[in-house]
Nanobody, 126 residues
Framework: QVQLVESGGGLVQAGGSLRLSCAAS????????VAWFRQAPGKEREIVAG????????YYADSVRGRFTISRDNAKNTVYLQMNSLKPEDTAVYCC???????????????????WGQGTQVTVSS
């Protein structure tokens, strides 16, 4: 069983930066793939970025590639999402999700993830 808690959301002006954290319980978190998803009002949930269990393979949505960076510190059971050059269209509730997996690739289908955090709001003003 894994519990995920996100933090780091808030209000920022366009062009600014935020760093989200996803802290996990559980001694085997290092064997989980983790992804960040977001959902804006009236829109479907979409994957933003993902990282495999070792941190050696990452995935980014086209809309954030080059601006966002996902990383993990398995010693701290934490996954981070550094968000730079934020745009108003990045406004959404951001959730981290995890699935036990030692595969190379990161799943991009939310239905493949077993565990979800409660989410943190990110608002980017223009």
């Amino acid at each position: 069983q894994v519990q995920l808690v996100e933090s780091g959301g808030g209000l920022v002006q366009a062009g600014g930066s935020l760093r989200l954290s996803c802290a996990a319980s559980g001694r085997t978190f290092s064997l989980y793939a983790v992804a960040w998803f977001r959902q804006a009002p009236g829109k479907e949930r979409e994957i933003v970025a993902g990282i495999n269990w070792s941190g050696r393979n990452t995935y980014y949505a086209d809309s954030v590639r080059g601006r966002f960076t996902i990383s993990r510190d398995n010693a701290k059971n934490t996954v981070y999402l550094q968000m730079n050059s934020l745009k108003p269209e990045d406004t959404a509730v951001y959730c981290c999700a995890a699935v036990p997996s030692v595969a190379l690739n990161v799943p991009d289908d939310p239905q493949k993830y077993n565990y979800w955090g409660q989410g943190t709001q990110v608002t980017v003003s223009s």
